[in-house]
């Protein structure tokens, strides 16, 4: 019953929201400045623009994080950080569109809590360009996101990977496959989780569909933040396990180590990509 009122509430704010949108000028939802526009987007010009960089290359060529040493790379075609040296990963490889800052971050979370769909469409247009970019090597058969457990997509409405996802299916003329994936294990509720904890609370959370077809399939599997990894590396498994020939990873954002963290003294490895 609370869930009900819930989202009639919601519903009702959104309602709201949009009406006091016509006549009243809207702040940008990352930084409160007013806008100027009437984007469907809710943000201003100097919070589009600082979304629209791109990650610094050059970029390790399974996992797609910066590398920052450049000695590293001299002479090396496809360069590799030191986690994909190990083989940790089980996509082939991976690419994320820009750098999981404050900003971004905020942006994603307007995606995830305020339902804002243009904002999906915007976000999926961003990773095409990163497919036409690499088209031989994301060619593939279904575009999947990373689904969210039953409980948690009941309480939300929406899987944000989904609303990314789907878009872009259709940019790129690949069917979207939901339902190919399924959490089994829900996440802790806790929101913070270390890199331990979050390799931990995946390992073995999804599979594929029962009466799913995925023998020989490639997939393009799309997240909005790559942080550790840990959840493309999941849901890779579920997929190949299934038969899958090829999995590709696409998000929106990729967690770096930041600035202050270096200067803890911290090294690449402890602080996670
Ligand atoms: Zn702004
Ligand atoms: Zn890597």
């Known amino acids: 019953m609370a869930r009900v009122a819930d989202s009639v509430r919601s519903q009702f704010r959104g309602m709201c929201e949009a009406l006091a949108s016509l006549v009243l000028p809207a702040p940008c939802r990352i930084c409160a400045q007013i806008l100027d526009t009437g984007s469907r987007i809710p943000f201003c010009r100097a919070c589009m623009s600082a979304l629209t960089q791109t990650l610094p290359e050059p970029l390790c060529a399974q996992c797609g994080r910066p590398i920052v040493s450049t000695a590293v790379v001299e002479g090396i075609s496809l360069p ?13 490889f991976a690419r994320s569109f820009g750098a999981y800052t404050s900003r971004m971050s905020r942006a994603i979370l307007q995606l995830k809590y305020a339902n804002v769909a243009p904002l999906g469409g915007w976000f999926a247009r961003r990773l095409a360009g990163l497919v036409e970019h690499q ?10 996101p990373v689904p969210l457990d039953q409980g948690r997509l009941r309480e939300r409405g929406y899987n944000q990977a989904e609303l990314i996802a789907k878009p872009l299916a259709r940019l790129l003329g690949i069917p979207f496959r939901s339902y190919l994936l ?26 594929t569909h029962k009466t799913a077809q995925v023998d020989k399939l490639r997939v393009i599997l799309v997240d909005d933040v790559f942080t550790t990894g840990a ?36 090294s690449d490895r402890d602080f996670g990509e």
Do not use: I
């Not at 950080?81 to 082939?92: E, I, K, P, Q, V």
């Not at 088209?135 to 279904?142: I, K, L, R, V």
């Not at 802790?188 to 599979?207: F, K, M, S």
């Not at 997929?239 to 990873?249: E, F, H, I, N, W």
């Open 135 to 144: 088209p031989q090597d994301f060619a593939a058969d279904a575009v999947v």
């Open 80 to 92: 590799q950080c030191h986690l994909c040296r190990y083989g940790t990963y089980a996509f082939d």
């Open 231 to 266: 959840t493309l590396d999941a849901c890779s498994r579920a997929l190949k396990g299934a038969g899958a020939t090829r999995v590709v990873g696409l998000t929106v954002a990729r967690a770096l180590p930041l600035s202050p963290a270096l200067e803890a003294g911290m």
């Open 182 to 207: 399924v959490r089994t294990r829900p996440r802790p509720n806790q929101l913070r989780l270390t890199r331990r904890e979050r390799w931990e609370t995946v390992r073995g959370a999804y599979a």
